[in-house]
């Protein structure tokens, strides 16, 4: 057993093209400046880039346009931030930072589990990865013993059958579609964790990196043991109390959000074409679906066996639950998970489905093959909007059922691409996990695909998605509240939930936000301290700021006030910012115009529920003025 203080000051870089193996030190000033995680991630992403010049020689096999996510220069990081390998609660995470393959500018995408931790108690702050290996390898780290192993025994293998085969403490692993360089691809642990956002998984394969495993005998010494102690004191009591009080949160996690999103016209339908869970059809409304059977509690009234279960180390909220039936399952995953909000709208009500049992399906598919659920969504939702409307490309259908194109699963079996169809996510995923025919355009991610259906056909397929800068929409629609426009608009990877947040309701966007950006700004800097750390904005609510500084200072042996911290994440935020700004310059394109959401959110409006009528702004200047006044406080250029 060995000991770090603090910060292991120390990142593997790991060039797969040589097969070179390095540790490179990093110095405590730089440590705590950046913080740690998203902020350290930030720094080296945007510091020691090293991707080449001729990586924008490389251009997207669907769109055409410059790729330089895929060339074997640009680096992929996973990082740990200060609060992993402590006993600070819901600190169970890793982040991985690189240039996206599914937008191409700067992602950051968070996983849960234990994989964070031991890799931090292996030694390492993280791993900064470039390169293409010639064949298939996986990165093996015991603590600070490490090595490239073959891994072309492990080539084809769901996310599952790769955990299983590898003997170490964590895999992170991608499946077939990391592989394929699926653009929506995710890379996964402990079976159901997910790199979701940004197609990190594509960056794994681009590599020919198929799984990195961690396994680790090290313990964290911190600063500060009295701080440190009573900040995590503070934190579980808060903790405590919330379940003792029956936080619903703390049974549920995000599973109750078809309750309420549906309610206040948040929920994606169709293809986001409505937000209450009603299907409408030449403007007349023709089905309600039963958003509560979406719900965790619907879940939960269906297996009543089913129990809280494991959570990522170390939570005392533990949100998931699972129910124990083995039949079909890997024997180490003996268990159907109960899925998340977005995974339950995405899957569900934003493909017509009604019933949590039957998203469990698709929910499992994105696991083993290793797609991310809220991507494969708006892809799915898309191809049967294509399909309703009768846009789809002469060929691309392989075959019909009632006048409704459809392709053939793997088991022979002929699937329609129509909305309320259960069986459509999962087999229309187990193709795009391998493309073919019309899957290897699907394998682009849903932007890509509309923009190849539109020049295809001349039809306006780019009006149908629902994204910003390219990154598809979470399952909450901004034309139902105030704000949440601009929170996905200036947020850097694109439209995410979790980088942004308003502390009251904030009413239906029938006025202007121009009061709420400060407000915006700060929230977003709080985003960037908390993913540094890095910290589950589950536990937000129980670690208020004393909290959070007393953890990192007794950890760290710094002396910031969240004053300092906030400095240190604005820089963070402006630094990711101007990486992306770059990107546009090279490739000739305005930045403003990258901010704006597609076409159907400031377009089509509603058409029910409490913001029926609305879109994303009051009107177009409404929009100019609330992006201008962001970009004054943020001190940024106009067209910047």
Not at 105 to 131: E, K, M, S, V
Not at 306 to 334: D, F, N, V, Y
Not at 341 to 358: C, F, R, V, W
Not at 383 to 408: K, S, Y
């Amino acid at each position: 057993m060995w000991r770090f203080d603090g910060y292991p000051g120390r990142y593997l870089d790991v060039c797969l093209s040589s097969g070179s193996l390095k540790e490179v030190q990093l110095d405590k000033q730089t440590l705590l400046s950046n913080m740690g995680g998203k902020g350290l991630a930030t720094h080296l992403l945007t510091t020691r880039d090293t991707t080449d010049d001729e990586a924008y020689d490389l251009l997207h096999p669907i769109t055409g346009d410059a790729d330089p996510s895929m060339h074997p220069s640009t680096p992929l990081l996973l990082m740990t931030g200060p609060f992993q390998g402590s006993k600070v609660g819901s600190s169970g995470r890793a982040v991985v930072c690189t240039r996206s393959p599914l937008t191409n500018i700067f992602i950051d995408t968070y996983i849960g589990g234990d994989f964070g931790h031991d890799l931090r108690l292996a030694g390492w702050d993280g791993l900064f990865i470039h390169g293409r290996s010639d064949s298939m390898v996986r990165l093996e780290i015991e603590d600070m013993q490490v090595s490239l192993q073959d891994a072309e025994s492990l080539r084809g293998m769901t996310t599952w059958q790769c955990e299983k085969a590898i003997d170490a403490d964590d895999v992170f692993s991608i499946g077939p579609a990391g592989e394929s360089l699926v653009r929506i691809a995710s890379p996964i642990t402990a079976g159901r964790r997910a790199a979701g956002r940004g197609g990190t998984g594509a960056s794994f394969g681009a590599k020919n990196l198929k799984a990195i495993s961690v396994t680790n005998t090290g313990t964290a010494r911190v600063a500060d043991d009295t701080q440190y102690l009573g900040a995590v004191k503070k934190q579980r009591q808060k903790m405590g109390e919330n379940r003792r009080v029956g936080d619903p949160f703390y049974r549920f996690g995000t599973s109750r959000g078809p309750i309420y999103a549906a309610q206040m016209a948040r929920m994606p339908t169709i293809n986001y074409t409505s937000a209450t869970g009603a299907i409408f059809q030449n403007g007349q409304k023709v089905k309600q679906l039963d958003t509560l059977k979406l719900s965790g509690e619907y879940w939960h009234q269906s297996m009543p066996e089913a129990k809280q279960s494991g959570c990522c180390r170390p939570c005392p909220i533990a949100c998931e639950a699972s129910h124990r039936p083995s039949k079909g399952k890997p024997l180490h995953i003996p268990r159907t998970e109960r899925p998340e909000y977005e995974t339950l709208a995405m899957l569900g009500s934003n493909l017509g489905i009604d019933s949590s049992l039957d998203v469990m399906d698709g929910n499992d598919a994105c696991n083993q093959f290793g797609v991310d659920t809220i991507s494969s969504g708006a892809l799915i939702s898309l191809v049967c909007e294509l399909a309703q409307r009768g846009w789809f490309p002469e060929g691309w259908a392989e075959g019909e059922i009632n006048g409704i194109p459809a392709f053939i699963s793997l088991e022979g079996e002929l699937i329609a691409w129509e909305f309320g169809n259960p069986k459509l996510p999962p087999l229309a995923l187990e193709r795009l996990a391998n493309p073919s025919g019309m899957f290897t355009i699907l394998a682009g991610g849903a932007v890509a695909c509309s923009r190849w259906v539109e020049q295809e056909t001349g039809h306006r397929a780019t009006r149908l998605t629902a994204h910003c800068k390219g990154l598809d929409l979470p399952a909450w629609d901004p034309r139902g509240k105030r704000g949440n426009a601009m929170a996905y608009m200036t947020c850097n990877v694109g439209a995410n939930h979790m980088r942004a947040g308003y502390k009251n309701p904030t009413g239906i966007p029938n006025s202007s936000a121009l009061d709420l950006i400060p407000e915006l700004i700060h929230s977003q800097n709080e985003s960037v301290i908390r993913d540094s750390m890095i910290l589950c904005a589950f536990a937000s609510g129980a670690t208020p700021d004393d909290v959070l500084v007393n953890a990192f200072n007794g950890i760290t042996g710094d002396n910031a006030s969240i004053e300092d911290l906030h400095f240190r994440a604005n820089k963070q935020w402006d630094a990711a910012r101007q990486w992306n700004v770059e990107h546009w310059l090279k490739i000739g394109v305005d930045a403003r115009q990258q901010d704006l959401l597609s076409y159907r959110l400031r377009r089509d409006a509603l058409p029910d529920g409490p913001a029926a009528g609305m879109v994303s702004f009051v009107d177009d200047a409404d929009e100019s003025a609330c992006l201008s006044e962001y970009y004054n406080l943020r001190g940024w250029a106009h067209s910047s």
